[in-house]
T-cell receptor
Framework: AQSVAQPEDQVNVAEGNPLTVKCTYS??????LFWYVQYPNRGLQFLLK??????LVKGSYGFEAEFNKSQTSFHLKKPSALVSDSALYFC????????????FGAGTTVTVRA | NAGVTQTPKFRILKIGQSMTLQCTQD?????MYWYRQDPGMGLKLIYY???????DKGEVPNGYNVSRSTTEDFPLRLELAAPSQTSVYFC????????????FGPGTRLTVT
């Protein structure tokens, strides 16, 4: 079985401050990990993914995420948040033995105040 | 390149009615998916398809049916709508490979009353 936990329903930060959105996962084997963002009344958009190799993954809009196998975590980070980063963020995992099914976390709402 | 398109954007159904949610992608992706999104619950997989003529159940398939006659289209059928099917429905597609990201449509907001 595979699952994802996003322990924070909401994250509030001031513009210009660092942003972190937490994600932990559970898989029976090795994971593929993804982050998606959803703006109001829109579909999900892909931000970044971890497949293999370097534990620090860089993605769109200045976001990055660090894969930590010992802590089974894949936290999303941005060094300096913008008001336009305010959105709903989803972490997702797929066990490498599972070819099709992606499991999503419940989502974290990020609000960046000016 | 329109990506993944869904129709309609909004729909209100009465209990017991039926409808089809349309999904089309123009990226020649083999894999297509239907999800439902409920507040605070993330996305749940309803059905998926790995190619034309091949479909399989996801986590929450009850009350839904799908077909995949072409690579481009993956309609979702709701038979005998129930209030529990009130949700936002997303269609997605991806190229072959478990590490490939999925591309999502804009969603259909369905209310069953």
């Amino acid at each position: 079985a595979q699952s994802v936990a996003q322990p924070e329903d909401q994250v509030n930060v001031a513009e210009g401050n660092p942003l972190t959105v937490k994600c932990t996962y559970s898989v029976s084997g090795n994971p593929y990990l993804f982050w998606y963002v959803q703006y109001p009344n829109r579909g999900l958009q892909f931000l970044l993914k971890y497949i293999t190799g370097d534990n620090l993954v860089k993605g769109s809009y200045g976001f990055e995420a660090e894969f930590n196998k010992s802590q089974t975590s894949f936290h999303l980070k941005k060094p300096s948040a913008l008001v336009s980063d305010s959105a709903l963020y989803f972490c997702a995992v797929r066990d490498r033995s599972n070819d099709y099914k992606l499991s999503f976390g419940a989502g974290t709402t990020v609000t960046v105040r000016a | 390149n329109a990506g993944v398109t869904q129709t309609p954007k909004f729909r209100i159904l009465k209990i017991g009615q039926s409808m089809t949610l349309q999904c089309t992608q123009d990226m020649n992706h083999n894999y297509m998916y239907w999800y439902r999104q409920d507040p605070g619950m993330g996305l749940k997989l309803i059905y998926y398809s790995v190619g034309a003529g091949i479909t399989d159940k996801g986590e929450v398939p009850n009350g839904y049916n799908v077909s995949r006659s072409t690579t481009e289209d993956f309609p979702l059928r709701l038979e005998l709508a129930a209030p529990s099917q009130t949700s936002v429905y997303f269609c997605a597609s991806s190229s072959q490979g478990p590490y490939e990201e999925q591309y999502f449509g804009p969603g259909t907001r369905l209310t069953v009353t």
